[in-house]
């Protein structure tokens, strides 16, 4: 009986303990999420505060304007790959200003990290490409705005959003995943949070291409306690793995030359700024002026030039325009505005300068002289702008600032001064890091350095031979502006990306008379060079006519049009506005004047139609030698019919070259009638081989197949990589593919005639 009561004893106090356990842990939970729900709240706060506002304009330098105000709907992609884009971003802009070949799958900032369509769990890690200035940090900072005035994400209980440049700082320190949270967001350590398991986290890393750490995915140590103490390389290639914190979602943003620094495996969703599309470009300029006559003179403006029109689909190009021509109107009253990039960035620098003047120097707004100290500011800068370009480096940490002879103390001064150009993020309890506010006002700067250094001291900073002793001064023949230009010209030429194109525009431009007007007091007046002009230009089209890449020649034609001449693409012009033109008559330089107008009309390159011009067969082939317009990133050509044309199986090799390209998205190809024989099929096939997921129809109707060409061709239609749904060889006769895509059989002359078709 005593061992009964014993038991029942020993039974009821293990029932209290247990419901006082569960009362504790009921207690501690409630805690917990008490604290959670205070340090939320004042992350939110602070975080508020950190974003709410940008600073745009030079008019209002210094005063904030809230980004709910002035933010415009950016254009952005779903779909893609994180591969490598080494192209200059100039020539990404201008591919991506063209209309898409196919409508895209788009996607709303506030969709980013929410469920897929299908209904499956939240994406993980989603990347974002975008070039530089399209607007990727404002969009983050819009999607952390959005949570903490608890207008959007409100499924998520953290965000926390790190910058590549707050890190770099931290690369030979070591955190644990919460440590660096603490580190970075105070309020955390506050509220005792030491766990984030139980969280809907989101961490948000800006600026990818600004990670001047390693990134060893393969070789870092596998890392799973998030109270581990570890190098903050460890720390993120552990997250971005999901062996550290599975349960965040991250968010990560990129230029698209650095994208592969992240496995693809790792990677859920890749999505891409776009920029503006022309009704978001509307849009944010009518945001930024009340006055509705002044916006919509500047929004027709900027369609008179082409270049401006481009460039206009990056977000901070529009805010310089915008700022520009904010001081123009006030000032010119009707006087004829920028048209050119030179132009406009000669303004925005002038603008600057007289801001500068008001605000420190209690100089008058209208005074045009540049002072000592600003001239000795612009120069630094410049020098700096071109040291760094040449590395490659678009982010400048003390070290970099020491190499081009800055010290720390003057850059934040610059800083200061010139905010709307040079830009200082103080980062928290590191070092301080320095930018530009855009590569383009970075390429502008290293351009005036080349210019100010080759006409003060004679020495050209683009030449291989670059001789500094006394004797060789003394001695030296007289500097040839024409060598600077043609120099620079071969340079750019040179690089296999482009990444001097903008470069060289802005250094032809500084060349004009006029626009050494513009800075005068800053630039030595170099007198009327018109004969120097005349040679540059006269060289450019040299070198288009050496039958350039298409890229490249599209950049020298705004090269001439930063030098006021646009005689190439008007004589061509005339032809097409005419119906005159000749093709067996143009020049070398004439055909890429007309691929520069295929590629950067406002018309659809789709639709352009020679039907109506007379060409030969030996102009034919010349245009077939320009295969690489049809593997250019920036043709968007989707239907190409050469039908009833001598071609034959040489024509076809040479088309063939250009079909073999991944970047060539040709749909419908007619070759009717071209006297293509078993070898002219057989290279078609080995192109569709290497290329097979585009072409859609292939007419070979009326030519000389042979059953090994058929052969070869119709097994195309069977392979399930190739897109072939439908093969035409043999007159009135269709064979189409039928196994569930729907190609389509019928009368070979049902199908309206192509984009692009040429008759003798």
């Known amino acids: 009986m005593k061992l009964m009561t014993n038991c029942h004893s020993t039974n009821k106090l293990s029932v209290i303990i247990d419901s006082l356990q569960h009362l504790v842990s009921i207690m501690i939970n409630h805690d917990r999420r008490l604290h959670a729900a205070v340090c939320q709240r004042e992350l939110k706060s602070d975080l508020k505060k950190k974003f709410q506002c940008v600073f745009e304009g030079i008019a209002k330098a210094g005063n904030p304007t809230l980004l709910n105000e002035i933010y415009t709907e950016l254009y952005i992609t779903e779909g893609g790959t994180a591969e490598v884009n080494e192209e200059h971003e100039v020539r990404q802009i201008e591919t991506a ?47 952390t705005l959005d949570w903490a005035e608890d207008t959007d994400h409100q499924d998520i209980q953290f965000t926390f959003p790190f910058t590549f440049r707050e890190l770099n700082v931290l690369r030979e320190k070591k955190f644990s995943l919460v440590g660096l949270v603490h580190h970075f967001f105070s309020e955390t350590r506050a509220a005792g949070i030491c766990r984030f398991e139980k969280f809907q986290v989101v961490f948000i890393f800006d600026g990818l291409d600004e990670c001047r750490l390693p990134l060893d995915f393969h070789n870092n140590e596998i890392l799973t306690d998030v109270t581990e103490s570890a190098s903050v390389d460890v720390l993120l290639t552990n997250l971005i793995r999901g062996k550290l914190l599975p349960s965040a979602r991250l968010w990560i943003t990129t230029r698209p030359a650095a994208a592969n620094q992240i496995p693809p495996e790792c990677v859920s969703m890749v999505t891409e700024v776009r920029g503006f599309t022309d009704p978001q470009k509307e849009e944010y300029f009518r945001k930024r002026f009340t006055d509705e006559e002044q916006a919509s003179r500047i929004i027709s403006h900027i369609k008179t030039s082409r270049s401006l029109h481009i460039m206009c689909h990056i977000p901070v190009f529009c805010c310089i325009t915008a700022t520009v021509l904010e001081e123009v109107l006030k000032t010119r009253e009707g006087g004829e505005l920028p048209k050119t990039l030179t132009e406009m960035y000669i303004h925005f620098l002038v603008v600057q300068s007289k801001v500068k003047k008001v605000k420190y120097d209690g100089g008058a707004e209208t005074d045009p002289h540049w002072s000592p100290k600003s001239r000795k500011m612009i120069e630094s800068l410049g020098k700096l702008a071109f040291d760094q370009l040449q590395k490659g480096n678009l982010i400048f940490y003390e070290s970099d600032l020491t190499e081009c002879g800055i010290d720390i103390r003057a850059a934040s001064v610059y800083s200061g001064v010139f905010t709307q150009i040079f830009r200082e993020e103080r980062g928290l309890y590191q070092d301080n890091v320095f930018c530009f506010v855009h590569l383009s006002v970075q390429e502008f700067l290293a351009a005036l350095h080349v210019h100010l250094t080759f006409f003060s001291s004679g020495v050209n900073l683009l030449s291989e031979e670059q001789t500094t002793s006394l004797l060789s001064k003394v001695f030296r023949d007289k500097p040839k502006p024409k060598r600077l230009y043609q120099s620079a010209v071969d340079k750019a030429l040179q690089s296999p ?24 007091g800053l630039l030595t007046q170099t007198g009327s060079r018109s004969k120097t002009n005349q040679r540059t230009v006269q060289y450019i089209k040299e070198k288009i006519s050496e039958n350039v890449s298409p890229e490249k020649s599209i950049n020298l034609f705004h090269c001439l049009n930063e030098l006021n001449d646009g005689s190439l693409v008007e004589e061509i012009q005339q032809s097409l506005r005419s119906g005159r033109l000749s093709t067996e008559e143009l020049s070398p330089a004439q055909w890429s004047a007309l691929v520069f107008i295929l590629l950067s009309s406002e018309e659809d390159p789709e639709v352009f139609d020679l039907r109506k011009y007379s060409a030969s067969e030996e102009a034919l082939l010349r245009l077939l030698e320009l295969d690489s317009f049809l593997s250019s990133q920036s043709c968007s050509l989707r239907e190409l019919d050469l039908s009833n044309n001598h071609l034959q199986d040489s024509g076809v090799k040479l088309l063939s070259a250009g079909l073999k390209s991944p970047h060539c998205e040709l749909e419908t190809l007619r070759l009717s009638d071209c006297l293509i024989t078993e070898e002219g099929c057989a290279s078609l096939a080995s192109a569709l081989s290497s290329n097979p997921s585009h072409l859609r129809e292939l007419d070979l109707s009326y030519n000389h197949p042979g059953d090994s060409g058929v052969k070869l061709l119709s097994a195309g239609l069977e392979d399930p990589h190739w897109r072939l749904e439908t093969l035409r060889y043999e007159e009135a006769v269709a064979t189409d593919h039928q196994s569930g895509r729907g190609g389509r059989a019928g009368n070979l002359f049902s199908v309206p005639l192509s984009a692009w078709l040429i008759r003798p």
């Open 97 to 143: 200003s063209r209309r898409p070949a196919r409508p895209e799958t788009t996607i709303r900032q506030e969709d980013l990290l929410k469920a897929s369509a299908g209904g499956e769990e939240p994406i993980r890690t989603v990347m974002t490409k975008g070039v530089a200035g399209i607007g990727k940090t404002v969009l983050t900072q819009k999607f």
């Open 497 to 520: 990306n482009g990444h001097l194109d903008l470069f060289l525009r802005f250094l032809l431009g500084l060349s004009l008379e006029a626009n050494q007007t513009l800075l005068r």
